[in-house]
């Protein structure tokens, strides 16, 4: 056995068909409860993929007992590694630089569950113990049993570094309490409260206040008034001794002083008493990225707080009563959980995982307001050809959407759902069958919000059809080329365009850093995102995407070693069309493209102009100084942020350098339209010439010169 928790037991267990050693979680209970919470965690983990996430290998429902299948987790949890040294001297040390490591990956699969996904994933039960660690001490979240969603409704506003303002949200089933005493943010005691991702915000505060300190959330070793580590960091940082907070076991000189008390001081912006007062992980993943420079917002005085955690008799850890503190009133946990008030002599945090049908709280405190079952998210699967012929009309005139890159998409209507089917012409191309297999395994695979959804797949026939779940409106390149003149609301206005940009940089950052494998897409263009009814893209098209395992050292390994250039010309990096080598920069130089078309209304290649490249346009006009005014898309008619336009344009200008080397990541892509514009002060600080320019053109400018000698336009 690994351990056990609030809803079951995990086992270590060798799998008999090919011999991986995987865990197995086994509910304790039975019951509808018990039943909801192994729903709500097969459906949250099954289609999640980020590389900080434990990763769900299957499930089974044998003779009314639960189990579910993860990947073993070789290091187990965060909390015994943490905190055994304290028990054991002779295990080993958490370094700081992993510490560090493992605060980030942390950071980075919450931003994921609350900004990158269809519908926004509530954890509820963010602790040390639900942290799991790799081979390589890489953090993986786990344990959603306790997990709740909420609905995206998209509205574009710009976004402060605190509050994220661009979305708003639908709640569904977040009234029920749930999660660990020393974890559990102050509302959430509170009658008619609702689970938040500042309730996670929070409960990683606390775990980040954890890892600083090498010290349980509630620890019952410790004085009477060191017991809750919250309320004693508190009390350190209003005394202006921060830094004795600090795990005395790190050797002096393994650390910056600095970077340690940034962190603290991070902490404790987590787990301030106001949510709403709390940062949103995305800020607070730029600040552990270390995108924000200068000094962390100033920490409030903590002496008018009240106390996080009272202990009445905290000698007595058989029977202690803690309370939980909130602003106008005290409720004892006791009224609320069966089991709320059970605290370990050796300091055990304390779960909270059973409702109370008898508490004296409101029947409202326990009444999910709106559904009560989960949301069965269908997987993708192979779809007869006899489906497609009928959900299309047999491929009719009438239900073609438009020419994709590779092949025509259609129209369907199949399992009550609008489907788009792209069938893939040049059938005997064995090459364009590869693609294709390519796109339906390994799209099924990814999950994020701005990417498209795959539906299923189909071969019959000799056809190479993807089914994807359908967007009302149409592809980027249309809306931007091909728009309607009588109607002005065709066209993008300056808030959709900078969302666009925003929302495909965000997907493409999640392709190449936070899924296990990176993904080379080498098909970014302006017909390959697609826009959903709200105007939110969706990047699909990835026949020619490059997969790339990571080896034992965490680096990436080309499975697909052939290197030839595949791909749409205008879109394609100079060193990319040289070498048909796939990296993480040659999509750099496409997304950038694609960010000028959307700038500037232009098509990428456009053998009317004089200067058929878009790109080679726009740097002559940055070498002539020209003001970026006369850049921008005429027909919005001067309805744009001057400020965003100068940070697209200058961005754009530096995605497309020729130099791979001189041109921005896509994690600092994402911080730059975020507002972080210190970015370009190191982007900026390597310029290239301009003969460099034109040789490293030349394999573009010769195809350029052999289609215009044929007379094409």
């Given at each position: ?67 579910l299948v993860y990947d073993y987790m070789p290091n187990q949890s965060l909390d015994k590694v943490l905190f055994r040294r304290q028990e054991n001297a002779d295990s080993v040390l958490l370094h ?618």
């Amino acid at each position: 056995m690994l351990g056990s928790g609030g809803f079951g037991r995990v086992f270590r267990a060798v799998l008999p068909s090919d011999g991986t050693v995987v865990a197995v979680k086994c509910l304790a209970e039975k019951g509808e409860h018990f039943k909801k919470s192994f729903m709500a965690e097969l459906v949250a983990v099954a289609h999640l993929r980020h590389r900080n996430l434990v990763k769900l290998r299957g499930w089974c429902v044998h003779d009314d007992q639960l189990f579910l299948v993860y990947d073993y987790m070789p290091n187990q949890s965060l909390d015994k590694v943490l905190f055994r040294r304290q028990e054991n001297a002779d295990s080993v040390l958490l370094h700081w630089e992993r510490r560090k490591k493992i605060v980030y990956g942390l950071a980075a699969a919450l931003n994921y569950l609350h900004e990158q996904l269809e519908t926004q994933i509530i954890h509820r039960d963010v602790k040390t113990s639900n942290v799991m660690l790799d081979s390589h001490f890489n953090a993986r979240l786990g344990d959603f049993g306790l997990a709740r969603w909420l609905e995206h409704e998209v509205e574009y506003k710009p976004k402060t570094p605190y509050r994220s303002k661009n979305r708003q949200f639908r709640l569904a089933e977040t009234t029920r309490i749930g999660g660990t005493i020393g974890y559990l943010p102050p509302e959430s005691l509170q009658k008619r409260s609702v689970a938040t991702a500042k309730s996670d915000v929070f409960s990683f505060g606390i775990v980040l206040l954890e890892i600083v300190s090498g010290r349980r959330a509630v620890d019952l070793t410790y004085p009477d008034d060191q017991i809750i580590l919250l309320d004693w960091i508190r009390r350190l940082s209003d005394e202006g001794k921060l830094l004795q907070a600090g795990d005395n076991r790190l050797p002096d000189g393994s650390y910056k002083l600095a970077d340690m008390e940034r962190i603290i001081r991070l902490g404790l912006m987590c787990t301030l008493h106001e949510p709403q007062s709390r940062p949103s992980m995305k800020w607070i993943l730029e600040a552990v990225s270390g995108n924000i420079y200068g000094k962390l917002p100033d920490l409030p005085s903590f002496q008018s707080h009240p106390l996080y955690i009272s202990l009445s008799s905290p000698t007595d850890s058989s029977t202690s009563n803690m309370t939980t503190t909130h602003s106008s009133s005290t409720m004892s946990t006791k009224q609320a959980f069966y089991s709320s008030n059970f605290v370990t002599a050796n300091g055990e945090t304390i779960y909270v995982t059973a409702e109370s049908e008898t508490s004296n709280v409101s029947s409202s405190f326990n009444r999910c307001h709106q559904q009560n079952t989960f949301p069965m998210v269908e997987t993708p699967r192979v779809i007869t050809y006899d489906e497609i012929i009928s959900a299309t009309n047999n491929f009719s005139d009438s239900r073609r959407v438009a020419e994709v890159d590779f092949g025509t998409a259609y129209h369907g209507f199949l399992d009550c759902h609008h489907i788009l089917v792209k069938r893939l012409g040049m059938r005997t191309c064995p090459a364009l069958r590869l693609r294709f297999s390519n796109e339906f395994q390994n799209l099924g695979r990814l999950r994020h919000r701005n990417l498209v959804q795959l539906r299923g797949w189909c071969t019959e026939q000799g056809e190479m059809l993807v089914v994807y779940d359908y967007s009302a409106n149409r592809l980027l390149s249309h809306i931007l080329f091909h728009h309607d003149q009588r109607n002005r609301h065709s066209i993008l206005r300056w808030q959709q365009r900078y969302n666009i940009i925003k929302s495909l940089a965000s997907a493409i950052y999640y392709l190449h850093e936070e899924w296990d494998e990176q993904v080379i897409h080498r098909n970014i263009t302006s017909s390959a995102v697609i826009l959903d009814p709200d105007l939110n893209p969706r990047l699909g098209s990835f026949a020619l995407a490059e997969f790339l395992t990571r080896n034992e050292h965490g680096h990436h390994i080309a499975v697909d070693k052939n290197k030839s250039v595949r791909g749409i010309f205008g879109y394609m990096s100079p060193e990319y069309m040289d070498s048909g080598e796939a990296t993480t920069m040659a999509d750099v130089y496409s997304f950038g493209v694609v960010l000028l078309e959307v700038v500037t209304g232009h098509m990428a290649v456009d053998f009317r102009q004089p200067e058929v490249l878009l790109v080679k346009r726009l740097h002559k006009f940055e070498a002539q100084k020209r003001p970026y005014e006369d850049i921008v898309d005429r027909r919005l008619n001067g309805q744009y942020d001057n400020s965003e336009l100068v940070r697209l344009v200058k961005l754009g200008m530096a995605c497309t350098r020729l130099n791979p080397e001189l041109r921005p990541s896509m994690r600092q892509i994402v911080s730059i339209l975020d507002g972080y514009d210190q970015w370009f002060t190191e982007i900026n600080q390597k310029k290239e010439r301009k003969e460099e320019w034109k040789q490293k053109n030349a394999p573009s400018l010769c195809i350029i010169r052999r289609i215009q000698a044929l007379g094409i336009q």
